[in-house]
């Protein structure tokens, strides 16, 4: 039988290395789902619950291998529907393709079932490249195009294909005018800053006393060279949250998480550096970030497109970030006053103090907290986390410490609710062999976790490590936005657009075959964690929690208090809960503390 095109797509894909398709099925495909028959599944067809799901969880794969993840989808609605967590790849830089079907060709123009303007609805999203092949020797071209633009660019691709086209005989592109040959791979380079711009650099971060480092997910591949360059400056180093993984929490001057999810050494590093160093990152909240002409300031990023953003950079490298520090670390000078070091080590042990004091305050029924601050000590080295959107991110931001090679991602950029479940199904795809923990809030829980747990269903039996634990934080409210429209909008909690349903998650994951584990007494957290890694299954955790915790900012200021208190004055539906816990965890700042936790002395062993 002749090889078709839909053929083709599959064999191409398998020659570019992609192991597994996230996708969903529809008549638009059809010619894709049969060719996936005659190829016995190769690349594996992994079954989202929808197509959204199907584009996070590429999206998870991607973040958590560093390859391109491919999604699938039918024409119209099965489209429109993956565009969602495009975006999250796109604006969180993550290489992902979406193949896409479409009308059949004759039916174009014609106001046909299901038809869109997929090259106009794309354009955007796919905005590097979106293509529709529309004769069988355009195929290869388009397809590669779209990986090794995925892979060179770091964003998204599309490729449409009509049904009727998929169905056709494939012929190759012949040695003919107006024909494009192909072919495959995505050559690796390695850009680095000239020279003069490294001089320049090093001038402005050796003239420097009180050093700040930024560090982003741009690098992730340069943790020996960061860590070098810390010591010799003496700097303190902060963290955007897509780079969380990048450096250990544990050695004593990282301070963690920046920005409002972030923590207060972060805040404090921030406000008295008098020089900067970006590395990686594209952090866009300029507000937590020294005032304008307080620092001198330098950025490294691969992208040139992407430096000089955000603040008033004296010196943009572009190049490769532990490429660019291998040859920035010989101009450097070691800065022999290590005070301004001390206080940031000091600044840190405090702040996990604090935490670990916020964590063991009392709440209703449970501190949520509390529910992740007792995760920390217990995190398998190898794991790999996912948060979702809302109050849960903060709790990730601020009490897990991640070290040695644990990895962890969340929606950055576009922070759209659900990816935290999909990210994980992905996640797992990437590295059967390691394992994924989730922490979600009921919210998003009920927006997309629940269907994907059928997803973890489906597929578990296959990792070699079956264990994904789903931590649900049930508090029965859109958390995080009550408390931003408490403190932004000076508004009391809108009980019609906040107040959720309270679902039994732990026993829907029973139902689904999975282990389902519920909390609802402080003195249960730590052994449901301990139960839910030693499972032999994936696990939902649903820990009943106390909305009433609030996420400070690392810097709540006067007119945040004044808001807050507006929404009290204007009756908010939890008055006397947000007033006492609220009092309650700002207190835990102000009391006494040695400024050491109990690893600030103590470097990362690499476990």
Not at 39 to 59: K, L, T
Request: charged share 25%; glycine share 8%.
């Amino acid at each position: 039988m002749a090889e078709k095109v839909s053929d083709q797509v599959l064999d191409r894909l398998r020659d570019w290395g992609v192991e597994q398709v996230f996708a969903y099925a529809g008549d638009g495909i059809n010619g894709l789902l049969a060719a996936w028959g005659r190829a016995e599944d190769r690349p594996r067809f992994i079954q989202a619950r929808h197509e959204e799901m199907a584009a996070f969880e590429a999206v998870g794969y991607a973040k958590f291998s560093g390859r391109v993840g491919v999604c699938a989808a039918t024409s119209g609605p099965g489209a429109i529907h993956l565009l969602n967590g495009l975006y999250d790849a796109k604006l969180d830089h993550v290489p992902v393709v979406a193949i896409v079907g479409q009308t059949n060709r004759s039916a174009m123009g014609g106001s046909y079932q299901q038809e869109v303007d997929l090259l106009s609805l794309y354009k955007d999203v796919a905005s590097e490249y979106c293509e529709m092949v529309t004769v069988p020797e355009q195929l290869p071209n388009v397809l590669d195009r779209a990986m090794r633009t995925a892979y060179a660019k770091r964003t998204v691709t599309a490729v449409i294909i009509p049904a009727d086209v998929q169905e056709l005989d494939y012929e190759a592109p012949a040695h003919a005018f107006k024909m494009v040959p192909s072919s495959l791979g995505h050559p690796h380079y390695t850009p680095v800053p000239d020279e003069q711009d490294l001089q320049r650099a090093a001038e402005v971060l050796n003239a420097g006393e009180k050093v700040a480092i930024l560090l982003g997910q741009g690098a992730r591949r340069a943790r020996p060279q960061v860590e070098q360059v810390a010591e010799l400056l003496g700097a303190g180093v902060a963290k955007a949250l897509l780079g969380k993984d990048v450096l250990p929490d544990t050695l004593p001057f990282v301070t963690g998480s920046i920005g409002l999810l972030g923590t207060r050494p972060s805040y404090e590093l921030m406000r008295d550096c008098d020089t900067l160093l970006v590395i990686g990152s594209s952090f866009p909240y300029t507000q937590f970030l020294p005032e304008f002409g307080q620092a001198r300031a330098v950025q490294i990023d691969i992208d040139p497109f992407m430096v000089g953003l955000r603040y008033p950079f004296e010196v943009n490298l572009v190049g490769d970030s532990a490429a660019t520090l291998d040859r920035l670390v010989p101009l450097l000078e070691h800065k022999e006053d290590r005070a301004w070091r001390s206080t940031v080590e000091k600044n840190a042990a405090r702040w996990w103090e604090v935490m670990e004091r916020r964590a063991a305050l009392e709440a209703d029924p449970v501190n949520p907290e509390h529910v992740v601050h007792a995760l920390d000590e217990l995190l398998p080295e190898n794991v790999m986390l996912s948060a979702d959107s809302g109050s849960s991110a903060n709790w990730y931001a601020r009490h897990l410490r991640l070290r040695g090679d644990m990895r962890g991602s969340l929606s950055g950029t576009l922070a759209t609710m659900g990816p935290g479940v999909p990210y994980a199904i992905g996640a797992k795809f990437a590295h059967p062999d390691r394992p994924a923990i989730a922490i979600v809030g009921d919210g998003a829980m009920q927006m997309n976790g629940l269907a994907e747990l059928i997803t973890a269903a489906k597929y578990y039996q296959d990792w070699d490590d079956p264990r994904l634990v789903v931590a649900v934080l049930n508090n029965r409210d859109l958390n995080q936005v009550s408390w931003e429209m408490r403190a932004m909008e000076g508004a009391p909690q809108f009980l019609p657009s906040q107040q959720i349903p309270d679902v039994p998650y732990a026993r829907i994951a029973e139902n689904f075959g999975l282990l389902g584990i519920s909390v609802d007494k402080p003195d249960q957290v730590e052994a449901a964690w301990r139960r839910a890694l030693a499972a032999d299954r994936p696990c939902v955790v649903e820990f009943r929690t106390d909305p009433a915790v609030p996420p400070i900012p690392p810097h709540a200021d006067w007119d945040q208090a004044l808001a807050t208190a507006s929404s009290i004055l204007h009756g908010d539906s939890d008055r006397a809960g947000m007033v006492k816990q609220g009092v309650k965890a700002k207190l835990q700042e102000f009391l006494p503390g040695n400024g050491r936790g109990k690893d600030a002395d103590q470097k990362d062993d690499g476990q």
